[in-house]
Nanobody, 125 residues
Framework: QVQLVESGGGLVQAGGSLRLSCAASGRTFSWYTMAWFRQAPGKERVFVSRISWSGGTTAYSDSVKGRFTISRDNAKNTVYLQMNSLKPEDTAVYYC??????????????????WGQGTQVTVSS
């Protein structure tokens, strides 16, 4: 079992930056593909970014590519999402997720096994 706890959300003006963190429990964290999803009010939860177990492979949605950077520190059991040049449309609850399959490459909610409780990001115009 893996528990995920996100932090770092908040209120920021458009053009600003935030860094989200996701702390994971469990010795097998370093094996998992980790991802960030987000859910805006009244909308579905959607893929934002993904990072492989080693950190060597990353993927981003088109809407955040070039502005967001995902990274991980397996020694600290933590994954990060650096968000720059934030826009009002980035406003959402951001969720951290873990895929326990070796080499997982999913972009869909049902491909992830463990979820955090979410952290609110609000970008004002």
């Amino acid at each position: 079992q893996v528990q995920l706890v996100e932090s770092g959300g908040g209120l920021v003006q458009a053009g600003g930056s935030l860094r989200l963190s996701c702390a994971a429990s469990g010795r097998t964290f370093s094996w998992y593909t980790m991802a960030w999803f987000r859910q805006a009010p009244g909308k579905e939860r959607v893929f934002v970014s993904r990072i492989s177990w080693s950190g060597g492979t990353t993927a981003y949605s088109d809407s955040v590519k070039g502005r967001f950077t995902i990274s991980r520190d397996n020694a600290k059991n933590t994954v990060y999402l650096q968000m720059n040049s934030l826009k009002p449309e980035d406003t959402a609850v951001y969720y951290c997720a873990a895929d326990k399959r070796i080499g997982g490459v999913g972009r869909f909610v049902n491909q992830y096994d463990y979820w955090g409780q979410g952290t609110q990001v609000t970008v004002s115009s």
